[in-house]
Structure formats: structure tokens, C-alpha cells
């Protein structure tokens, strides 16, 4: 998105976006294995190979499961949009030769790191949890925290849904990259707010609600998704629902990833602060 902000894109070449971000996520794949690897040591975590392992196919498995599902179909309709076999064992090839072994090389370095250091010692003998308001339920929690960053960008889902669905051309980087700063904003402050929350509530287990509660949006973005193709698309036929929902399954993931990431970190940066600043006698 910030390169084509800055014009290095065209918006008339529809593959171009396409290509740089797979190239991106290819080559990004040793700065994901680091972190992850490191933070994976700091929870003090055993099975550091099955975590590697993880980080390494779990998106991109997804990703791929549902590309090669629905592109069976696509052939079968001998469709002129099918991807040609050829081109999706390229990708995969690339996967499995570039972005595979930097995630396992960079959580190698990453797990040999020391692990990010803690202000406080926590206690080895968990503590019981009380009793939870009402709206602190994870599912309630969830849909609330949701709302606000849905609302950053639900005007900009619009133009997007046009341009992938619609043959539409996108030119609005340079607003959409704004709409992503204010989103990740929105997520990381409703989380830390839901992380103190929870913490004023006596419940010690911040990290796994942090980034559910932070990747609520997803489920809006889900909805809207639904609410699009009832409202703005005509397709009767089996075929181009299954791509359109198919398309719509990975996105939503793909986004329900990346704000429950912003959101993990911003607390945990937060409950750091926070802690840091405890005096203890």
C-alpha cells in the first residue's frame, strides 16, 4: 500500500499489487520467523520446532487449501480466469524454496536471542479468577471491540469490494494508507482499554483475549461481505459464489491476522508500561 501511495504501482496494472506483495511476503517470511521465534522464547515456550513449523504454513497453507479449491471448479467451467496449473506450482515452489526456510533461518536466530525482559517476575502458582461482568464474556467483548475499528474503514471496504468484484480501477492509495494508519490506531487502542479491563477484573489471561478481542472486526467485515453480495452483486450461478466467498474467507482472515497482531503487541507493550512503573519494597 506504501509504495503505491507513492506511484510505484500502477493501479491500471492489475497484477502489479498482486506481485509486490507476494514478493514481499516471501522475503519478509526471515523477519516473521525472528520475532516470532524470540517471542516464542520470552512465553517460555518448549516445542520451538512445531511453533517454527506453524509460522511457516499455517497462513499460506490456508491460503493455498482455498486457492486450489476453488480454482477446481474455475477450471471446470473452462473459465479464461482460471490460474493455470503451472502458475500455481510456481507459487508454491516459491514458497516452499524462499519464504519456508527464511521463517525456520529466522526463527533460528530469533529463539537464540535472549527473550524480551519482563519488569516484573510473575508468580508460578496461578491465582483463581472471579467471577466477570457481563460485558467482559469473550463473545461480548469481541462484537464491542469490534465496532470501532470496522468503522474506520467500512467506507473504504466499498471501493474495494468494487474493484475486486466489480472491474472497477482503485486510485485512492494514498487515502487508503491513511484509513490503514487510523485502523491500526483503532485496534491497538481498544485493546489496551479491553486489557485494562480485564486486568482491573482480576483476569491474569490478557494475551490470547488481546488479540481475539482486537481481530473482532473481522466478524463486521464478514457480515459486510455477506451484506455486499445480497445487495450489490446478481450471481445466481454455484460457481461464482464459491469464488466470491472463497475470496472473502481469505480476507477476512488475512485481516482477522493482522488486527489481532497490532492488537497482541499494543497490549503487551501496554501491560509493560504498566508494570514498569509498579514500585516494589
Same mark, same amino acid.
Given at each position: 500500500?506504501? &509504495?503505491?501511495?507513492?506511484?510505484?504501482?500502477s493501479?491500471?496494472?492489475?497484477?502489479?499489487?498482486?506481485?509486490? /506483495?507476494?514478493?514481499? !511476503?516471501?522475503?519478509?517470511?526471515?523477519?516473521?520467523? !525472528?520475532?516470532?521465534?524470540?517471542l516464542?522464547?520470552?512465553?517460555?515456550?518448549?516445542?520451538?520446532?512445531?511453533a517454527?513449523?506453524?509460522?511457516?504454513?499455517?497462513?499460506?497453507?490456508?491460503?493455498?487449501? $482455498?486457492?486450489?479449491?476453488?480454482? &477446481?471448479?474455475?477450471?471446470?467451467?473452462? %473459465?479464461?480466469?482460471?490460474?493455470?496449473?503451472?502458475?500455481?506450482?510456481?507459487?508454491?515452489?516459491?514458497?516452499?524454496?524462499?519464504?519456508?526456510p527464511?521463517?525456520?533461518?529466522?526463527?533460528f =536466530?530469533g529463539?537464540?536471542?535472549?527473550?524480551?525482559?519482563?519488569? $516484573?517476575?510473575?508468580?508460578?502458582i496461578?491465582?483463581?479468577?472471579?467471577?466477570q461482568?457481563?460485558?467482559?464474556?469473550?463473545?461480548? %467483548?469481541?462484537?464491542?471491540?469490534?465496532?470501532?475499528? =470496522?468503522?474506520?474503514? *467500512?467506507?473504504?471496504?466499498?471501493?474495494? =469490494?468494487?474493484?475486486?468484484?466489480?472491474?472497477?480501477?482503485?486510485?485512492? &492509495?494514498?487515502?487508503?494508507?491513511?484509513?490503514?494508519? +487510523?485502523?491500526? +490506531?483503532?485496534?491497538?487502542?481498544?485493546?489496551?482499554?479491553?486489557?485494562?479491563?480485564?486486568?482491573?477484573?482480576?483476569?491474569?489471561?490478557?494475551w490470547?483475549?488481546?488479540?481475539?478481542?482486537?481481530?473482532? %472486526? /473481522?466478524?463486521?467485515?464478514?457480515?459486510?461481505?455477506? =451484506?455486499?453480495?445480497?445487495?450489490?452483486?446478481?450471481?445466481?450461478?454455484?460457481?461464482?459464489?464459491?469464488?466470491?466467498?472463497?475470496?472473502?474467507i481469505?480476507?477476512? +482472515?488475512?485481516?482477522?491476522?493482522?488486527?489481532?497482531?497490532?492488537? *497482541? &503487541?499494543? /497490549?503487551?507493550?501496554?501491560?509493560?508500561?504498566?508494570?514498569?512503573?509498579?514500585? +516494589?519494597?
Amino acid at each position: 500500500i506504501f &509504495f503505491a501511495m507513492l506511484g510505484m504501482l500502477s493501479p491500471a496494472s492489475r497484477g502489479a499489487l498482486l506481485t509486490a /506483495a507476494i514478493f514481499l !511476503y516471501e522475503f519478509m517470511g526471515l523477519v516473521a520467523g !525472528y520475532y516470532s521465534g524470540r517471542l516464542y522464547k520470552t512465553i517460555k515456550g518448549k516445542e520451538w520446532k512445531a511453533a517454527a513449523f506453524l509460522t511457516a504454513t499455517l497462513y499460506p497453507g490456508i491460503v493455498l487449501g $482455498v486457492g486450489f479449491f476453488i480454482n &477446481f471448479f474455475v477450471w471446470g467451467k473452462h %473459465s479464461s480466469g482460471a490460474i493455470p496449473f503451472t502458475t500455481m506450482l510456481s507459487v508454491g515452489s516459491m514458497w516452499f524454496c524462499i519464504s519456508l526456510p527464511l521463517v525456520f533461518l529466522g526463527y533460528f =536466530f530469533g529463539y537464540r536471542k535472549q527473550p524480551y525482559e519482563h519488569p $516484573v517476575r510473575t508468580n508460578q502458582i496461578p491465582r483463581q479468577v472471579p467471577p466477570q461482568v457481563w460485558y467482559m464474556n469473550p463473545t461480548m %467483548s469481541t462484537l464491542m471491540a469490534g465496532i470501532l475499528p =470496522f468503522g474506520a474503514c *467500512f467506507i473504504e471496504l466499498f471501493f474495494i =469490494f468494487s474493484a475486486i468484484y466489480e472491474n472497477q480501477f482503485y486510485y485512492l &492509495f494514498g487515502f487508503l494508507f491513511l484509513v490503514f494508519i +487510523i485502523l491500526a +490506531i483503532s485496534c491497538s487502542q481498544i485493546s489496551i482499554v479491553m486489557v485494562y479491563f480485564q486486568l482491573c477484573g482480576e483476569d491474569y489471561r490478557w494475551w490470547w483475549r488481546s488479540f481475539i478481542v482486537s481481530g473482532g %472486526s /473481522a466478524v463486521y467485515v464478514a457480515a459486510y461481505s455477506v =451484506f455486499y453480495f445480497m445487495t450489490k452483486l446478481e450471481i445466481d450461478e454455484l460457481v461464482p459464489t464459491l469464488l466470491y466467498f472463497s475470496y472473502t474467507i481469505i480476507m477476512v +482472515i488475512t485481516f482477522w491476522l493482522l488486527t489481532g497482531t497490532i492488537g *497482541f &503487541f499494543s /497490549a503487551y507493550a501496554f501491560i509493560r508500561k504498566i508494570y514498569a512503573a509498579v514500585k +516494589i519494597d
